[in-house]
């Protein structure tokens, strides 16, 4: 009987001996972390201390495997695809390859809500660090609406050009732009790049799929009294930053009348408006006019519709209604004062102006 009993003893600790030497060998800390397991795009790629902006999607699924579809050069055209294997021990995330080599392994950390991962790390001799924001299908709805470009940089340059995005409930969306307008003369509707396009956010990430596109762009965005402020980086190491307000549809109602051009400046030099009348009509419906006459060319006249808000006015010229030029205004009780970087001249090319207009009596 105690023999038999004995040999029960003896199978059950077969049986239990494995799971409990498992148990002791492996602890918590090397199990993967499911806080990351997800979807993550890459917002930065720091290499050196310097960042570029350089699209990635990383998937990490609960097996340990992981797949990586990403741009790695400037010049490079197409997204390359690798899968790979992941482990996480601490702070510790390591990267292996399907033959268990390791293909780098470094830290990570996570924010407090789970939804931005940094990774540092030593590659090729080369300190190495990464953002990525996860997933979530969340969409901010303070973004919805249309947003016309009002200031933009890259770098050092300040880029001459005219932009107006539009942010739909679905998440879906539309990009209208000219890139560069120094290249052009006569702007025509044909001008105007048309970008269809679908977004998400996250934890203050804007994520931006463009039409046909499977890895997206990632910006770091803020949104405030209906203006949209926002960075990313250049996949040459340039930082872009720009600023957008909100098209709220609204008017200035002071500003609603027939103003009269008292003085000009263009590139900041004045310039004479002795043989010029021009004269500015902002209706209270959204429509105007702008009346130029003089005594050796004749008279000519634009037509457009036009929207306020943030100080700026909206001007929706006619013949290009899907953007906007925009023109940065005071108003100081019958004058008028409207400053803009993209004004044409024919025997000045593009140019910064400012008008200033007393209201017709």
Known sequence: MKRYLIFIGLIALLFIAPACLENFFSSDEEELNQDMVGVWYRYVKIEDGRSFGLRGLVKLFDSGSGTIESFEEADQEEPRFDSFKWLTEGGKFTVTDDNDSTLW????????????????????????????????????PEMVGAWIMVKSQIGTDVPLNVERVIFNQDGSGTDYYIDDLRKLEDIKSTDIEICPMAWNTN????????????????????????VLTGNDYTDDGREESFTLVKDIDNIEENAVGTWNLTSATIDGSPVSTAFLQVTLHLNNDGTGDWV??????????????????????????????LIAWVQEYSLSGNTLVLRTDTDYYEEYGWVSSEYTFARAK
């Open 105 to 140: 392994s470094g830290s990570y950390s996570l924010t407090e809500d789970n939804n931005v991962v940094r990774f540092t790390y030593i590659r090729d001799s080369i300190s190495c660090e990464e953002v990525y924001v996860k997933y979530s299908g969340a969409k901010d």
């Open 203 to 226: 934890s203050g990430y804007l994520i931006v799929f463009e039409e046909n596109e499977t890895v997206p762009m990632v910006i770091k965005y803020s949104v405030a009294d209906d």
């Open 292 to 321: 130029m006459s003089s005594t050796f060319s004749g008279s000519d006249s634009t037509s457009f519709s036009w929207k306020t808000n943030g100080g700026y006015v909206f001007i929706y010229d006619n013949a290009t209604p």
